[in-house]
């Protein structure tokens, strides 16, 4: 079997692909990338048997045939080509695979294609179409406040709520708390329904959506698959029942300051030099008027504080935050103004955008670290 195809083309489906191999395979033959030529299309698979990628691009062969490729070599050698044609030739009975570039030859092992674990197909699915560009900003503005903690499977994934016309995104890692939903404008799907998908896939989709696509979401109990354009993702979903996010967020917060976003967003950098290494705590002293944004680490002797105007309606209020939680958050707010919604020192607090975007609602919430007296 032989087949050419364009080195940069190739590189970047690739490159999409790459995405799903793991670090510490459990197979050897997961560091592969499983090729399939079917009518004059090179069907790309790699996997880490909990998430795989599929993606189609047209080629020049001579006959059908698959065959398993070292993914690191591979993608090495692409690198360093110039934009060329490239040409593969299989040896059926060996599985040796010879590359030919205007600069020479390289020649490689692979790996029998019937010992590449078969990816899940859709049984038993439910499905919705969304816009990449919801998805996109679902994912961005999600999937940092997601937690690394294996001991918590539920909160290292981003949990996804469909009811019919609306599809809510919430990450939490009990820190920090983003609720994110859209309306879907053009919805004829009947789907309610709910699951958690793990930040890796979001990850590998983030990376390889762009603006203006349509996404196709199909799922069952255990299986999430996405598909646009010619890239296909397939992923376990966690099997772990997230926690009653409505039931940490309060209702009742009289105290409401509203803020230049940028401007408190680098008073937060400068202040947090200053403070404990290990809290990052800097202090909020509210009232009518102005912010002081105040931090220290006793350690050091360190301490800074700045004063920015800000509007405010409550009793004087100081209160205690992570500055990191702060400054993420306040990175994927795009809004020119922020709310910041309080109750006491002791309670979350709430940030919200001051503009409204239609279709589109975002809340964000970060609990206090407590002051010392």
Do not use: W
């Amino acid at each position: 079997m032989k087949f050419s195809v364009s080195s940069s083309e190739l590189l970047s489906h690739l490159q999409i692909a790459n995405g799903a191999i793991g670090s510490n395979p459990v197979l050897p033959i997961t560091e592969d990338f499983l090729f399939t030529i079917k009518n004059k299309t090179l069907t790309i698979s790699a996997t880490d048997l909990k998430t795989s990628i599929i993606t189609k691009l047209e080629v020049n062969a001579d006959g059908d045939g698959s065959v398993a490729v070292p993914a690191k070599i591979l993608l090495d050698t692409l690198k360093e080509l110039p934009q060329q044609p490239v040409t593969f030739t299989l040896n059926e009975k060996t599985n040796a695979i010879q590359i030919t570039s205007a600069y020479g030859k390289y020649k490689l092992s692979g790996e029998d294609a019937t010992d590449f674990p078969a990816i899940s197909e859709p049984e038993d699915t439910d499905s919705i179409t969304i816009s990449s560009t919801t998805l996109l900003n679902a994912i961005n503005k999600t999937i940092f406040a997601t937690s690394n903690d294996e001991l918590r499977p539920a909160m290292t994934g981003v949990y996804f709520q469909i009811n019919f016309d609306k599809l809510i995104f919430v990450s939490t890692d009990a820190h920090k708390l983003v609720k994110y939903t859209s309306t879907i404008t053009d919805s004829n799907e009947n789907v309610s329904t709910s699951f958690i998908v793990p930040k890796k896939a979001l990850n590998l989709l983030k990376n390889a959506l762009s603006n203006g696509q349509d996404v196709k979401l199909a799922f069952n109990k255990s299986n999430a698959f996405i598909s646009f354009d010619d890239v296909y993702l397939v992923c376990q979903l966690i099997d772990a029942r997230y926690p009653d996010y409505n039931a940490v967020i309060p209702v009742d917060n009289p105290n409401t300051l509203t803020i230049e976003r940028k401007d408190f967003q680098n008073s937060l950098k400068r202040i947090a030099i200053y403070a404990n290494k290990t809290t990052n705590q800097v202090v909020l002293s509210i009232k009518d008027g102005d912010l002081t944004i105040s931090a220290q680490d006793l350690d050091f002797s360190n301490e800074a504080s700045e004063k920015i105007p800000c509007s405010y309606t409550g009793d004087s209020l100081t209160i205690g935050f992570n500055a990191k939680f702060l400054i993420e958050m306040l990175n994927v707010l795009e809004s020119d103004e922020v709310n910041m919604e309080l109750s006491g020192p002791t309670k979350a607090g709430i940030l919200l955008p001051s503009d409204v975007v239609e279709d589109e609602e975002i809340l964000m919430l970060v609990m206090p670290v407590m002051l010392s007296n």
